[in-house]
């Protein structure tokens, strides 16, 4: 409604700067030419940040995902445990959904849980809520997700590529603040204001 144009299935393939302006290339031949651009490629923001020389710590994860069987209400909250490897939350319909430990990866870009944080999983999860002692497992899944040393996101401009901003590596939290975040990179990438502790976030925090 504001105007903005979404292109699905393009995969941007290479990336250059002319005259002060970025140019993408689609691996289908399509070109866009930006003043700006947003790298929040998540898992691979890491990757998109080389092509302009920005090198970042970035790690890739798998994290390990299931769902039970719907059970009666029990908790309203999502729950999470630092360090312990456990986190889980009630929907409306009685299911848990929870996480805990890593997976490995697949060719394609694609990811399976791990047997070993599954096996923790069981002994964690009944230990925290004893109503998933018995539940039954109708699913489990994992995903591709980028983590910094810090556990803190990139959030700030390249120092060495005018326009460029990077937006990615939430380490597992990108889509509570999401909302938040994108406010903030939509300030920023129009000059209408700058990040509250922007060196916390800094692209050059490793560097400095």
């Not at 380490?171 to 975040?181: C, K």
Request: include cysteine; charged fraction near 15%; proline fraction near 6%.
């Amino acid at each position: 409604r504001a105007g903005a144009l979404l292109l699905e299935d393009c995969a941007i393939a290479h990336a250059d700067t002319q005259a002060g302006d970025f140019l993408l290339t689609a691996a289908d031949g399509r070109q866009i030419r930006a003043g700006t651009v947003i790298n929040a490629a998540g898992a691979w923001g890491a990757v998109v940040a080389g092509w302009f020389g920005d090198v970042l710590p970035l790690q890739v994860k798998y994290p390990t995902m299931l769902v039970t069987e719907p059970l009666t209400r029990q908790i309203g909250v999502s729950l999470g445990v630092e360090g312990g490897g456990f986190y889980a939350r009630q929907v409306a319909r009685g299911n848990f959904v929870m996480g805990g430990g890593y997976g490995h990866a697949l060719p394609g870009d694609r990811s399976r849980p791990g047997p070993a944080a599954l096996a923790e999983l069981s002994r964690t999860a009944p230990a925290i809520l004893p109503v998933l002692a018995r539940a039954s497992i109708i699913r489990c899944w994992s995903g591709i997700e980028g983590y910094f040393p810090d556990k803190n996101p990139v959030i700030g401009f390249s120092a060495r590529v005018p326009r460029l901003l990077h937006a990615f590596g939430f380490s597992g939290g990108g889509f509570q603040i999401a909302p938040a975040v994108g406010e903030t990179l939509a300030d920023m990438a129009l000059d209408r204001g700058r990040l509250l502790m922007a060196d916390r976030f800094s692209p050059t925090r490793w560097t400095r």
